[in-house]
T-cell receptor
Framework: QKEVEQDPGPLSVPEGAIVSLNCTYS??????FMWYRQYSRKGPELLMY????GNKEDGRFTAQVDKSSKYISLFIRDSQPSDSATYLC????????????FGKGTLLTVNP | DSGVTQTPKHLITATGQRVTLRCSPR?????VYWYQQSLDQGLQFLIQ???????AKGNILERFSAQQFPDLHSELNLSSLELGDSALYFC?????????????FGPGTRLTVL
């Protein structure tokens, strides 16, 4: 079993839709959870960064972490064509262990 | 623009050859990380340097090595290249200390081994 599982999609939605992206993980030592957005042929761009369980909101983006279920989500409200990209979840242990473990990414297309 | 720079953008070489990838971290960041991204494996951590010293190692092959120089730029050396080494290689940087320590990624180097 991989440490981090992410449905690769592809996911196609109409403009304005609410998008839900998810990852599950098996390592209970993970403490920090991130979502990166990667446009084609570009480097991953940090979108959201959360510590432990709970919600975090930033504009149209909301990240949720449920450590009891080992499940994290990213919600995108009022999705735009410019949101079309691959979304990668990433996580790491606490302390000075900064190695990130990534999901394989979900390819999202928002259709105008 | 994350502030992390990588050169070259593209590299095409032959099996058995050796290449060097270069990364300059964001201003003020002391840690540099190298990741490999392939279609089948996704993004995989290779190695981390902090202020010139190796801090953590991932699934890095023995044919690969890295170093971080006094000016904090880093190089990833790949030798005896095989077809399977074709991938995107990303460098990321972070402050390198403290709990938060977000990593910011460069634009990557696309390596093609023929």
């Amino acid at each position: 079993q991989k440490e981090v599982e992410q449905d690769p999609g592809p996911l196609s939605v109409p403009e304005g839709a609410i998008v839900s992206l998810n990852c599950t993980y098996s390592n209970s030592a993970f403490q920090y959870f991130m979502w990166y957005r990667q446009y084609s042929r570009k480097g991953p761009e940090l979108l959201m960064y959360t510590y432990s369980s709970g919600n975090k909101e930033d504009g149209r983006f909301t990240a949720q972490v449920d450590k009891s279920s080992k499940y994290i989500s990213l919600f995108i409200r009022d999705s735009q064509p410019s949101d079309s990209a691959t979304y990668l979840c990433a996580m790491r242990r606490g302390g000075s262990n900064y190695k990130l473990t990534f999901g394989k990414g979900t390819l999202l297309t928002v259709n105008p | 623009d994350s502030g992390v720079t990588q050169t070259p953008k593209h590299l095409i070489t032959a099996t058995g050859q050796r290449v060097t990838l270069r990364c300059s971290p964001r201003s003020g960041d002391l840690s540099v990380y190298w990741y490999q991204q392939s279609l089948d494996q996704g993004l995989q951590f290779l190695i981390q340097y902090y202020n010139g010293e190796e801090r953590a190692k991932g699934n890095i092959l023995e044919r690969f090595s890295a170093q971080q120089f006094p000016d904090l730029h880093s190089e990833l050396n790949l030798s005896s290249l095989e077809l399977g080494d074709s991938a995107l290689y990303f460098c990321a940087s972070s402050v390198g200390a403290g709990e938060a320590n977000e990593q910011f990624f460069g634009p990557g180097t696309r390596l093609t081994v023929l």
